[in-house]
């Protein structure tokens, strides 16, 4: 009997440690949300034609350093508190970064009604994801080496194209991405459900970086099929 008991007891204490960790991290990816939507405004202000005219290779290697150094320092920093202000100040320069396709869209006539469509759609992907993995008992963790792997094979795809530049090849790839990311999002919420990712700070960087992708791809798609005269 008393076997039981403290088998109920470690399993409640589990629980409530997932449950905090998934609490904390929604509270964490909302809260990234204000200075990502500085750091776009920044950056929609920003000239990055003539950076991109200037040195397009230079700026695709600084972007790849940039935003892979912060995450290293984030992961390096997630059981402290700098490793709060530092997923923030990585958020803000996502929101930069999200400058140039926010740019081309406001150019085109119904480019604010793509944004909000775009956002709403990521939206929605996310809670209709976050309720499945959360509330399923299946475990998906399955997905990790054909997220991993697919993952590899669209970075491949995107050098590709940054250098032959295909359309087709480009929608092709954030259709893919698109969906990748939904795995992504479907994969990470479940590993903190099963007590798998216990980290709220890289749980958030994770989904933060899995709806950025989702959101610019989703865009990306339609302004190519949707976008109007500019």
């Known amino acids: ?12 204490v589990a629980l409530a440690t997932e449950n905090k960790v998934l ?22 202000n920003m000239n990055f034609a003539w950076m991109m005219a200037s040195s397009p290779i230079m700026v695709f290697i600084g972007i790849f350093a940039a935003v892979y150094g912060m995450t290293w320092l984030i992961a390096k920093n997630a059981n402290n508190a700098a490793g709060v202000w530092l997923l923030f100040a990585f ?3 996502m929101g930069v970064l999200l400058g140039p396709i926010l740019q081309y869209a406001l150019n085109l006539s119904n480019g604010a009604q793509l944004i909000g ?3 709403g759609g990521t939206a929605i992907s996310f809670l209709t994801l976050a309720g499945v993995a959360s509330n399923t008992k299946r475990d ?19 050098l590709a194209n940054f250098f032959f530049k295909i359309p087709a090849l480009s929608l ?8 990748l ?9 479940n590993q903190i459900v099963r007590g798998g990712q216990t980290n ?3 749980a958030t960087m994770s989904i933060y970086m899995s709806l950025h992708n989702m959101f610019t791809n989703l865009l990306h798609l339609l302004m190519a099929f949707m976008g109007g005269d500019d």
């Not at 909302?30 to 990502?36: E, K």
């Not at 092709?172 to 969906?179: E, G, H, K």
């Not at 990311?181 to 919420?189: D, F, Q, R, S, V």
């Open 23 to 44: 609490r904390n991290t929604y509270a964490m990816l909302g809260m990234t949300m204000i200075p990502t939507v500085i750091g776009a405004v920044v950056g929609i």
């Open 91 to 93: 958020t803000f320069i």
């Open 140 to 158: 998906f963790s399955f997905m990790g080496k054909f997220l991993t792997i697919g993952f590899v094979v669209i970075i491949a795809a995107i």
């Open 200 to 202: 709220y700070i890289m």
């Open 172 to 179: 092709t790839i954030s259709a893919v991405v698109v969906l």
């Open 117 to 119: 469509l775009a956002a």
């Open 181 to 189: 990311m939904a795995g992504y999002i479907l994969y990470e919420i």
């Open 1 to 12: 009997m008393s076997d039981d008991i403290q088998v109920l007891g470690r399993e409640g």
